[in-house]
């Protein structure tokens, strides 16, 4: 993940109203001065993603950030994401992001095909600020 990640915790637990939660991966950016949670999901992105994601969000901001700390951040990771459903969700403007992870790898073709995508995507974002 890069060097300024240092790992916090696997499964973070706390209870909420009686009910227990897990938090799959957290980490801290030294850089950002910031968590950073990531949220594995085996299937595709689904709208209530975001509503747990949120919830871990605030929580961390309330019980684990520490003065001079940035507000956390997350990934949610994914193994499909529908790009509309991301956009219509304004998950690419907030603290939560989304990404999607290879089960396995692609042709050749694909490949280039996505990154050609990601690179006009990206242009175009560049353009919009």
Same mark, same amino acid.
């Given at each position: 993940?890069?060097?300024?990640?240092?790992?916090?915790?696997?499964?973070?637990?706390?209870?909420?109203?009686?009910?227990?939660?897990?938090?799959?991966?957290?980490?801290?950016?030294?850089? #950002?001065?910031?968590?950073?949670?990531?949220?594995? *999901?085996?299937?595709?992105?689904?709208?209530?993603? *975001?509503?747990?994601?949120?919830?871990?969000?605030?929580?961390?901001?309330?019980?684990?950030?520490?003065?001079?700390?940035?507000?956390?951040?997350?990934?949610?990771?994914?193994?499909?994401?529908?790009?509309?459903?991301?956009?219509?969700?304004?998950?690419?403007?907030?603290?939560?992001?989304?990404?999607?992870?290879?089960?396995?790898?692609?042709?050749?073709?694909? #490949?280039?095909?996505?990154?050609?995508?990601?690179?006009?995507?990206?242009?175009?974002?560049?353009?919009?600020?």
């Amino acid at each position: 993940m890069g060097s300024d990640f240092a790992f916090l915790a696997r499964q973070k637990h706390f209870i909420l109203d009686g009910k227990d939660y897990f938090m799959d991966l957290l980490f801290y950016h030294r850089a #950002l001065r910031r968590l950073v949670l990531v949220e594995l *999901k085996l299937g595709e992105f689904e709208p209530e993603h *975001k509503g747990q994601v949120e919830l871990y969000l605030r929580w961390l901001k309330k019980h684990e950030m520490q003065d001079g700390e940035n507000d956390p951040i997350a990934l949610i990771l994914c193994a499909e994401k529908s790009q509309e459903t991301v956009e219509l969700m304004e998950l690419d403007q907030g603290s939560i992001h989304v990404a999607q992870y290879l089960t396995k790898m692609p042709p050749k073709h694909l #490949l280039e095909e996505k990154l050609a995508i990601a690179i006009a995507n990206a242009k175009k974002q560049l353009e919009q600020r």
